[in-house]
């Protein structure tokens, strides 16, 4: 009797822990948007009869976040962090032929879907209410220093192992360099650390001066109460967005393009429905103090924490002024994806800053990867119709060198 592949013993011990069966798999199953609106990360990784776990991670300072899982028991964890204003369900856009979090699961690996504080599933604290402004008194570097250490010990934890693999996209590109730069015993727990459309260095996107002047209109007029939350679903302004964006509204399609065509305009591999998917699950809000530190490090191309003054810098640091993340003291092995020329919210020049003179330089680079489509966007690293040819393939490749799984299928050899 021929011997069954690796990943079919995989599928096999997977749906016989889950009581599910594999002939009840449906990958080409289409989650239309009505339906897609109205689940949880959760609800749409059953939707296709994937096993599904969800998981509460408390930080050391208090936060409990959410994560979920696609449970692989035994396979080699993968940690995936989303970027600024969206939640676990930025993955979940398309079908599980094209969506990279279950390309990954039958590829035997036990993939861990990230939630920021304050985002639409992690909004709970031990002793703090998330309607109480205190709540919100964070940037993307609590994120790094407190939420991604947390969820990677309870990870290993978890499944017996003794490092991940993470993958961010955006913001969520952040989140290891200032847990690995910040807390250095934490670089022996990543095994790699892929960033796709970086958000690292940010001086030099093409949206720069946008972003900075809808900053400032926020903060003085749109941000009605001047609270520390940051569009957060069912308050002002994002209650205004809804009205605008929703089904029936003549501005919905303004509100499509505006999407699409913020990631970088004029890309081929984007849909109508991966967007208003998209459009109508963000934004899931955050902070405005995680925006400031966005702001202020676009303005200085520099990678530091925020500056909040010297008074509470003492108070939050411990110094009056923190100095940029020392990334180039970071040892893990890491991977950058970017688009060469048309992703408006991180852009290949952004790799070149005065601290050193390439990102590949500050870090332990083992693969600088251009996509190989002109106009490749932001949001298409989420829903490419080409994302496995483009990107997804390349991904797990290296994936596969770092995890120790040995590659079965030649076309799949890097």
Partial sequence: MPELSWTVVVLVLNFMCSGDAVSELNDSRHLPVEDYIKMRTDDMIRFWNYPSEEHKILTEDGYILTVFRIPNPGGYPVLMLHGLTVSSDCWFLRTPKEDLVFLLWKRGYDVWLWNARGSIYSREHVNISFSDEKFFDYTFHEMGVYDTPATIDYILNTTGHSSV??????????????????????????????????????????????????????????????????????????????????????????????????????????????????????????????????????????????????????????????????????????????????????????????????????????????????KFNHGDFLWAKDSYELLYKDVMNLMDKYSGRTTENPSDAA
């Fill in 165 to 374: 693999i993470a993958l961010g996209h955006s913001l969520g590109s952040t989140n290891v360099l200032v847990a690995a730069s910040m807390r250095p015993e934490y670089q022996d727990k990543v095994k790699l650390n892929i960033l796709w459309a970086q958000s690292v260095y940010m001086g030099n996107i093409k949206v720069r001066d946008w972003f900075d002047v809808f900053y400032s209109i926020y903060v003085r007029w749109l941000n009605f109460p001047h609270a520390k939350d940051f569009f957060i679903q069912g308050r002002e302004p994002e209650i205004v967005k809804t009205a605008m964006c929703a089904s029936g509204s003549p501005l919905k399609p303004l509100c499509v393009l505006f999407l699409r065509e913020m990631s970088g305009p004029g890309s081929k591999q984007g849909n109508e429905d991966s967007a208003v998917k998209m459009l109508n699950r963000i934004p899931t809000g955050s902070s405005i103090w995680t925006v400031r530190q966005m702001v202020q490090n676009i303005r200085s191309g520099q990678f530091r924490p925020l500056n909040y003054g010297t008074e509470k810098n003492l108070i939050k640091y411990g110094v009056k002024k923190m100095r940029a993340y020392p990334i180039d003291k970071v040892t893990i092995p890491t991977a950058i994806y970017y688009a060469c020329c048309n992703d408006y919210l991180s852009s290949a020049q952004t790799l070149r800053n005065s601290r050193c003179e390439v990102l590949t330089r500050c870090l332990e680079s083992v693969r600088f990867y251009e996509i190989p489509y002109k």
